[in-house]
Structure formats: structure tokens, C-alpha cells
């Protein structure tokens, strides 16, 4: 994991704008000048919402305490850990922000450490936790060892800090609190309080009850919030709201302006209105959401039951099943349509109720819910939303359109001729070019998870085993995939990637040109031409490289494999049929055998007849 921004560290410059002072003098040293950080995430494949940071902390000596530069200390402290794709699937982007409790002597120690040890702790758990889960276990943690040290250092007598941390996951914003560092949402001109303040109030003010490292025991706050495209969220210590008046911060945030300038102003506004302690403002705008949101299908989607596969002719929650498209190991799939929409075909897939299996079920409806929403391509049959208050059972919806799998097709007396069955391949090496250039994976490419429409296009079905480098996977014991069509390196645990599915496309392609048969038998891959007399010579080539058992020696993507379809299929006598080699070239010893039995028989003959 990658160090963390933070107000006392200098990440790359091409990451973070950190501006010196006329002095030449690096924002980031301590105790001389407000610092800043100033952030932007652009999302790399819609894995998370965008959004832009900007952070600011002035200590009090700035607004001219009076203090020695070398005897102030700014005890609030302010890391942010943007994350790599993977980490930013998982586990999300953090800001957390701390402010040492006045009084204790390590009160600026506790606020760092707490900030750096809880980031570090945080991406450090298994990404199968939930981020509050995640989050507030992380903090338990750090508390108990801060509070130790306060116990047993005199240096650091009774150290403490307020803590916060914002965690946004996808669309979702996870707050993990302990003490008075604040956090408030501007949404539609409105500014609201996330939470309550863990202090006290006294005839002479308030105190913090709740700080990490401030007593045996730790209470953690913690809020969810469903972001909004436009949000803006400020993160701030008490040396800013208890000088601002709430209708203040209201107003400056909503005059809008960048993140980095609007912590600014607030800043400028305290010092104005006289506040005397550090101020630190953290402020986030939310951009561009996730088409759809893997955390929201996790809570809504996920939890739905798993009940009995229905039947055709059952109507599901307003939805008319009337046939069977597809029945395999894990799901049935179903055309139908929306009673209230009788004229929109639609497709409907049943996971399996498999008791050992559930939780990768519900899993792998959840990735394909997700995935689908990364997509966008005519080529993908991908899910539609369904509401919540409709769907009482595990499924999915899909827009159909008119169309039959391409395992019915292949269940036809007479195999597919060759100029129809090349066509059906172009397009469906189309629909999965459509997945793996977004860097996803189908792992599950079958002539029954093909939908050949009207005109040969293709559509690919049942994304539950699609894989995107760095989502969380099913449980590792579950091998992605039908077995006939898995690429070996898939048999021994790999993720998969591009050559994979040129496996299962190879496969997929020799059923489409055989007739329906696999290419494995007793001796290893059977040449097509035993299946398919007319087949060109070049055609099996093809299928031969497509299903290579090492991955090097296989094409690298299906787009090679289209490209050599194209290729030849415009060549000169490219429908040729391959020439079928004389049984003495093929199979010496059956040849001579067969003389050897034909010379006996003639010999026989001769000898009867005298």
C-alpha cells in the first residue's frame, strides 16, 4: 500500500499540489504556515465516484499568538490515502483527521499516530469486511495501544486525540468518529451535521468524553450515507466550527468555488471571527457516481431469498414467465415480460438455491449487477434495475429482444453451414472484444450463455463469473465456469485474463462448427474435418491455436482470433474443404493391417474354390 498524503509529508508532485511559500519554504513544514493538500480521483473503470479534496490547517501561532516557531506545534493532523484500483474496490478512499486533546502532553503525537497507524490498519484487513466494520475494528485497535502508551510514557502522560474518518467506498460514504472532530453535508443548499459530538457540556463549557486513547474503554460513532452527484462534505476540527456560526459555513460552502479555495475561506473566516485554536477543514465534492453501485446491490440485492427454481408460465413479481431460453448448473433463464409492459420482451435469470453454495450465488448476481453498469455495449445482455419494493426474490431482469441460444441451434439435425456458422463467430468474438477491452472477463463462454438474434448478431448472457482485476472474488475453493470450456490455467486456480476466454471461445467456436460436439477426445483434440468433411484446412488451424493448452502459445485475445477468421475466409478457395490425408499417411499400421486381412481373405477364397 502506497504512504498516505498527509499536512507533514511531500507525495509525488504529479499526485499533489502542495504550494511553497513566497520564501521558498515547503508548505508541508510544520509550525510555519497553514499546509495544504489538494486532490482530485478520477475513476479508472467507474469503480468509484469522482472526487476532489482540499485540505487546509492553519496553527494558531499564524494568527499571531505570539508563539516561537519552534515552540507551536499544530496538534491537528489530516491523512488521505486515495488508494490504488484495487485498494479503491475493496476498501474504498480514506481521510481521516485528528485533533489532539488540550491538556495531555501527547496530544500531537496521539493525533498522528492515530491518523497514520489507522490508515495503515484499515487497507491492512481482509477485504471480505464491510468498511465500518473494518473501520471501527482498525481504531479499537490503535486506541488500546495509544492508551497503553499514555499509561506507561511520562512523556506522553494521558495522550489523546478526537479522531475521524471519512471512507468513501463506490457511492457510499462510511463516517468513523471518536470525540468532537465534526463532519457536515451540504446537499441542495442545505447543511446538516453527520452525527453528534462525543463532549459534555459544564457550567464552563463542554469537555470530550470519548477520545482515542483517553480511556480503557473506546466508543466509536459510526454513519453510512448514500452519496449524491454534487454532494460537498467538510471535515473539521472545533477550532473551526465553534468560531463559524453554522449559517456561516452554509453560506461559504455553497458559494461554490474549488475544494482547496473553499478551505481556504473557511479557514480565513475563523481566524476573522477569532478563533484561537488550530483549524483544520477537509472538504470533498463528490462528481460523477458509479453507474451502479456493488455496495447498494450488497445490502438490497444480496439479501434477497433464494427460493425454488419457477417454472414456464409462473408469473414472478409481476413478471410473465413464458419459456425456458437456458437451464444450466446454477441458473434458469426465462423469456418473459412485464405484465404492465407486454410488448417489451424481457429475459429473467434464476439462480439455483444450492445450500452450500448461497453465499457465492448471491455474490455472483451482485458482480453482474455491478459489471453490468460498466458495460454499455449491444453486444452484452446486461441486467436492468429492478425496484426494491417490487423484487422479493433473487434475480435478474434483462431486455431480451428476439433471439435463441446458440446451444439450441446447435441442436439442430444438420450442423450450421459455414458461411452462417463464420458469421455467428465474428459477432460473438465482437461481444467478448466488448468485455475484455474494459478489462473484464466473462470465465463462463458457452454456446448457452450465447443469444443469437435476428441478423446473427450475438448478445453474451450470465455475467456471474465475470472477473474485473480488483473486485472481490467468489470463495477461491469455487472454480469459474463450466469445466468443458475452462483454459487449464483456470482448473489451477488462476484468475483468468484474455487468453482464458480465447480458450472457451475455441471451444465455443468448435461446437459451432462441428455440430454441437466437443473437441476432446481419448488421443487429445479431434481435427474438425472427422465432424465437419467441408470444413477449409485453415479452419481447424485456427481452432487448433485457439485452444492451446499454454497460454503463450494460444492467441493473446480474441481479437487475433477474428482477425485470422477474416483473414482467410477472403481468401482465394478459402471454403475449400481440408484434404483428407490416405489412410497409409494417416494410419500406417491400420492400412497394412487391413491389406494384410484382405490378402487372407482373397486367399481363403482361393482355396475354397479348389
Given at each position: 500500500?502506497?504512504?498516505?498524503?498527509?499536512?507533514?509529508?511531500?507525495?509525488?508532485?504529479?499526485?499533489?499540489?502542495?504550494?511553497?511559500?513566497?520564501?521558498?519554504?515547503?508548505?508541508?513544514?510544520?509550525?510555519?504556515?497553514?499546509?495544504?493538500?489538494?486532490?482530485?480521483?478520477?475513476?479508472?473503470?467507474?469503480?468509484?465516484?469522482?472526487?476532489?479534496?482540499?485540505?487546509?490547517?492553519?496553527?494558531?501561532?499564524?494568527?499571531?499568538?505570539?508563539?516561537?516557531?519552534?515552540?507551536?506545534?499544530?496538534?491537528?493532523?489530516?491523512?488521505?490515502?486515495?488508494?490504488?484500483?484495487?485498494?479503491?474496490?475493496?476498501?474504498?478512499?480514506?481521510?481521516?483527521?485528528?485533533?489532539?486533546?488540550?491538556?495531555?502532553?501527547?496530544?500531537?503525537?496521539?493525533?498522528?499516530?492515530?491518523?497514520?497507524?489507522?490508515?495503515?490498519?484499515?487497507?491492512?484487513?481482509?477485504?471480505?469486511?464491510?468498511?465500518?466494520?473494518?473501520?471501527?475494528?482498525?481504531?479499537?485497535?490503535?486506541?488500546?495501544?495509544?492508551?497503553?502508551?499514555?499509561?506507561?510514557?511520562?512523556?506522553?502522560?494521558?495522550?489523546?486525540?478526537?479522531?475521524?474518518?471519512?471512507?468513501?467506498?463506490?457511492?457510499?460514504?462510511?463516517?468513523?468518529?471518536?470525540?468532537?472532530?465534526?463532519?457536515?453535508?451540504?446537499?441542495?443548499?442545505?447543511?446538516?451535521?453527520?452525527?453528534?459530538?462525543?463532549v459534555i457540556p459544564v457550567a464552563f463549557g463542554s469537555y470530550v468524553a470519548h477520545a482515542v486513547g483517553m480511556h480503557p474503554a473506546l466508543v466509536t460513532r459510526i454513519e453510512t450515507l448514500e452519496l449524491r452527484e454534487g454532494d460537498r462534505l467538510l471535515m473539521c476540527s472545533d477550532g473551526l466550527y465553534r468560531r463559524v456560526p453554522m449559517r456561516e459555513l452554509q453560506r461559504v460552502l455553497a458559494a461554490g468555488g474549488s475544494a482547496l479555495d473553499t478551505a481556504r475561506r473557511l479557514g480565513a473566516l475563523?481566524?476573522?471571527?477569532?478563533?484561537?485554536?488550530?483549524?483544520?477543514?477537509?472538504?470533498?465534492?463528490?462528481?460523477?457516481?458509479?453507474?451502479?453501485?456493488?455496495?447498494?446491490?450488497?445490502?438490497?440485492?444480496?439479501?434477497?431469498?433464494?427460493?425454488?427454481?419457477?417454472?414456464?408460465?409462473?408469473?414472478?413479481?409481476?413478471?410473465?414467465?413464458?419459456?425456458?431460453?437456458?437451464?444450466?448448473?446454477?441458473?434458469?433463464?426465462?423469456?418473459?415480460?412485464?405484465?404492465?409492459?407486454?410488448?417489451?420482451?424481457?429475459?429473467?435469470?434464476?439462480?439455483?438455491?444450492?445450500?452450500?453454495?448461497?453465499?457465492?450465488?448471491?455474490?455472483?448476481?451482485?458482480?453482474?449487477?455491478?459489471?453490468?453498469?460498466?458495460?454499455?455495449?449491444?453486444?452484452?445482455?446486461?441486467?436492468?434495475?429492478?425496484?426494491?419494493?417490487?423484487?422479493?426474490?433473487?434475480?435478474?431482469?434483462?431486455?431480451?429482444?428476439?433471439?435463441?441460444?446458440?446451444?439450441?441451434?446447435?441442436?439442430?439435425?444438420?450442423?450450421?453451414?459455414?458461411?452462417?456458422?463464420?458469421?455467428?463467430?465474428?459477432?460473438?468474438?465482437?461481444?467478448?472484444?466488448?468485455?475484455?477491452?474494459?478489462?473484464?472477463?466473462?470465465?463462463?463462454?458457452?454456446?448457452?450463455?450465447?443469444?443469437?438474434?435476428?441478423?446473427?448478431?450475438?448478445?453474451?448472457?450470465?455475467?456471474?463469473?465475470?472477473?474485473?482485476?480488483?473486485?472481490?472474488?467468489?470463495?477461491?475453493?469455487?472454480?469459474?465456469?463450466?469445466?468443458?470450456?475452462?483454459?487449464?490455467?483456470?482448473?489451477?486456480?488462476?484468475?483468468?485474463?484474455?487468453?482464458?476466454?480465447?480458450?472457451?471461445?475455441?471451444?465455443?467456436?468448435?461446437?459451432?462448427?462441428?455440430?454441437?460436439?466437443?473437441?476432446?477426445?481419448?488421443?487429445?483434440?479431434?481435427?474438425?474435418?472427422?465432424?465437419?468433411?467441408?470444413?477449409?484446412?485453415?479452419?481447424?488451424?485456427?481452432?487448433?491455436?485457439?485452444?492451446?493448452?499454454?497460454?503463450?502459445?494460444?492467441?493473446?485475445?480474441?481479437?487475433?482470433?477474428?482477425?485470422?477468421?477474416?483473414?482467410?475466409?477472403?481468401?482465394?478457395?478459402?471454403?475449400?474443404?481440408?484434404?483428407?490425408?490416405?489412410?497409409?499417411?494417416?494410419?500406417?499400421?491400420?492400412?497394412?493391417?487391413?491389406?494384410?486381412?484382405?490378402?487372407?481373405?482373397?486367399?481363403?477364397?482361393?482355396?475354397?474354390?479348389?
Amino acid at each position: 500500500m502506497a504512504e498516505p498524503f498527509s499536512l507533514d509529508s511531500l507525495p509525488a508532485p504529479d499526485t499533489v499540489r502542495m504550494p511553497d511559500d513566497p520564501e521558498g519554504r515547503p508548505a508541508s513544514r510544520r509550525g510555519m504556515d497553514c499546509q495544504e493538500i489538494d486532490l482530485q480521483l478520477r475513476p479508472e473503470r467507474g469503480e468509484c465516484a469522482a472526487l476532489e479534496i482540499g485540505c487546509v490547517s492553519c496553527p494558531a501561532r499564524v494568527r499571531g499568538q505570539g508563539h516561537n516557531d519552534e515552540d507551536y506545534i499544530n496538534e491537528d493532523y489530516v491523512g488521505v490515502m486515495l488508494g490504488n484500483l484495487a485498494a479503491r474496490v475493496a476498501r474504498g478512499s480514506v481521510i481521516a483527521l485528528a485533533d489532539g486533546v488540550s491538556g495531555s502532553k501527547g496530544g500531537r503525537v496521539a493525533a498522528e499516530l492515530s491518523v497514520r497507524t489507522f490508515i495503515d490498519a484499515y487497507y491492512g484487513l481482509p477485504d471480505t469486511l464491510q468498511p465500518g466494520v473494518a473501520a471501527a475494528r482498525a481504531l479499537g485497535a490503535i486506541h488500546g495501544w495509544l492508551h497503553q502508551i499514555g499509561r506507561v510514557d511520562p512523556a506522553l502522560n494521558q495522550m489523546a486525540a478526537s479522531f475521524a474518518a471519512l471512507i468513501v467506498r463506490r457511492a457510499t460514504a462510511y463516517l468513523v468518529a471518536a470525540g468532537d472532530v465534526r463532519l457536515y453535508l451540504l446537499r441542495d443548499g442545505q447543511l446538516t451535521q453527520l452525527g453528534d459530538d462525543d463532549v459534555i457540556p459544564v457550567a464552563f463549557g463542554s469537555y470530550v468524553a470519548h477520545a482515542v486513547g483517553m480511556h480503557p474503554a473506546l466508543v466509536t460513532r459510526i454513519e453510512t450515507l448514500e452519496l449524491r452527484e454534487g454532494d460537498r462534505l467538510l471535515m473539521c476540527s472545533d477550532g473551526l466550527y465553534r468560531r463559524v456560526p453554522m449559517r456561516e459555513l452554509q453560506r461559504v460552502l455553497a458559494a461554490g468555488g474549488s475544494a482547496l479555495d473553499t478551505a481556504r475561506r473557511l479557514g480565513a473566516l475563523a481566524v476573522t471571527l477569532g478563533s484561537q485554536d488550530d483549524v483544520t477543514s477537509a472538504v470533498l465534492d463528490v462528481g460523477d457516481l458509479p453507474l451502479l453501485d456493488v455496495g447498494y446491490l450488497e445490502r438490497v440485492v444480496g439479501a434477497l431469498p433464494i427460493p425454488a427454481v419457477p417454472d414456464a408460465g409462473n408469473v414472478v413479481d409481476g413478471y410473465l414467465l413464458k419459456s425456458v431460453l437456458s437451464d444450466g448448473f446454477y441458473s434458469r433463464i426465462f423469456a418473459g415480460y412485464d405484465l404492465a409492459d407486454p410488448n417489451t420482451p424481457l429475459a429473467l435469470k434464476f439462480p439455483k438455491p444450492r445450500v452450500s453454495q448461497d453465499e457465492n450465488v448471491r455474490q455472483s448476481i451482485v458482480r453482474e449487477r455491478w459489471l453490468a453498469g460498466k458495460i454499455g455495449d449491444e453486444g452484452v445482455l446486461a441486467p436492468m434495475p429492478v425496484d426494491a419494493d417490487r423484487q422479493t426474490r433473487l434475480y435478474v431482469v434483462m431486455p431480451l429482444g428476439a433471439g435463441v441460444t446458440l446451444e439450441k441451434l446447435l441442436a439442430a439435425p444438420q450442423p450450421i453451414a459455414l458461411p452462417r456458422a463464420l458469421e455467428i463467430a465474428r459477432q460473438l468474438g465482437h461481444s467478448i472484444g466488448a468485455l475484455n477491452r474494459r478489462n473484464i472477463f466473462h470465465r463462463d463462454i458457452k454456446p448457452e450463455n450465447v443469444l443469437v438474434m435476428q441478423g446473427d448478431n450475438t448478445r453474451l448472457l450470465d455475467l456471474g463469473f465475470g472477473y474485473m482485476p480488483g473486485m472481490q472474488l467468489p470463495d477461491a475453493g469455487t472454480a469459474p465456469g463450466s469445466p468443458a470450456y475452462m483454459a487449464p490455467e483456470l482448473m489451477k486456480g488462476e484468475q483468468g485474463d484474455a487468453r482464458s476466454e480465447v480458450f472457451a471461445y475455441g471451444v465455443t467456436l468448435y461446437r459451432l462448427f462441428s455440430g454441437g460436439k466437443l473437441p476432446y477426445g481419448f488421443n487429445g483434440r479431434v481435427p474438425l474435418y472427422q465432424y465437419r468433411p467441408d470444413a477449409p484446412q485453415w479452419l481447424d488451424l485456427v481452432l487448433e491455436k485457439a485452444l492451446q493448452p499454454d497460454p503463450a502459445r494460444r492467441y493473446q485475445d480474441v481479437v487475433e482470433v477474428c482477425a485470422d477468421l477474416d483473414r482467410f475466409s477472403k481468401g482465394r478457395d478459402a471454403m475449400a474443404p481440408a484434404r483428407r490425408r490416405p489412410l497409409l499417411e494417416s494410419d500406417p499400421v491400420l492400412f497394412w493391417q487391413l491389406v494384410a486381412v484382405l490378402l487372407l481373405a482373397l486367399l481363403l477364397w482361393a482355396l475354397m474354390r479348389h
